[in-house]
């Protein structure tokens, strides 16, 4: 049973267009990290959301993590070929002694036609 | 500020041999983490490391993966022997670990920043 849902798994959308992604779960999250991931690299961290309802913007992007902190989704407008990739969304629990785990969904892969 | 470094960046086996990866973390990173990132998944943790030592190794196949942080700083991740199904991206991150200040309690207190992985073909 995947922890973290993510919606849709593949989009395809022409330059230009807006689109939300969406990462889903039953259960409540100390914090929520959005990633974007290229071929052949690791994730980058774009944001942490940390407080349930906040909203955060970074240019084009806007993350929003839901009132009961189990969910977020990603706008982006206006989308651009640069904006291709893999969107992960990673939600992240206490592992107890004052350590935590981030657990990932599978992704979003985005892919955006000039 | 040099990021996570990861060696091999490639590598081809024949399933039942052996394969060590290697993993440097940004310097000061207290934490260190290895995750097994499979083709159209999202990461899954494998271990992590507090220092030298192993805050969660639950989803470590300790039958044929082990890990090790001697010193607190780089990190080997070996498979032995391998099966067919270990093909995938082994990623390794590290993040600082701020809990020492009394900030556990501070959610996202700690980052991870991603080397660029060891992708692993298991013939």
């Known amino acids: 049973t995947q922890l973290l849902e993510q919606s849709p798994q593949f989009l395809s959308i022409q330059e230009g267009e807006n689109l939300t992604v969406y990462c889903n779960s039953s259960?409540?999250?100390?914090?929520l990290q959005w990633y974007r991931q290229e071929p052949g690299e690791g994730p980058v961290l774009l944001v942490t959301?940390?407080?349930?309802?906040e909203v955060k913007k970074l240019k084009r992007l806007t993350f929003q993590f839901g009132d009961a902190r189990k969910d977020s989704s990603l706008h982006i407008t206006a989308a651009q070929t640069g904006d291709t990739g893999l969107y992960l969304c990673?939600?992240?629990?206490?592992?107890?002694?004052?350590?935590?785990?981030?657990?990932f969904g599978k992704g979003t892969k985005l892919s955006v036609i000039p | 500020e040099a990021g996570v470094a990861q060696s091999p960046r490639y590598k081809i086996i024949e399933k039942r041999q052996s394969v060590a990866f290697w993993c440097n973390p940004i310097?000061?990173?207290?934490?260190l983490y290895w995750y097994q990132q499979i083709l159209g998944q999202g990461p899954k943790l494998l271990i992590q490391?507090?220092?030298?030592?192993?805050?969660?190794d639950s989803q470590l196949p300790k039958d044929r993966f082990s890990a090790e942080r001697l010193k607190g700083v780089d990190s080997t991740l070996k498979i032995q022997p391998a099966k067919l199904e270990d093909s995938a991206v082994y990623l390794c991150?590290?993040?600082?670990?701020?809990?020492?200040?009394?900030?556990?309690?501070?959610?996202?207190?700690?980052?991870?920043?991603f080397g660029p992985g060891t992708r692993l073909t298991v013939t």
């Open positions: 991150a590290s993040s600082l670990d701020l809990s020492w200040l009394g900030l556990a309690g501070h959610r996202g207190a700690y980052e991870q920043y």
């Open positions: 259960s409540v999250f100390s914090s």
């Open positions: 959301v940390v407080t349930g309802g």
């Open positions: 990673a939600g992240e629990l206490s592992a107890g002694a004052g350590s935590y785990q981030l657990t």
């Open positions: 310097s000061g990173h207290a934490t």
């Open positions: 490391f507090q220092n030298n030592g192993v805050v969660d």
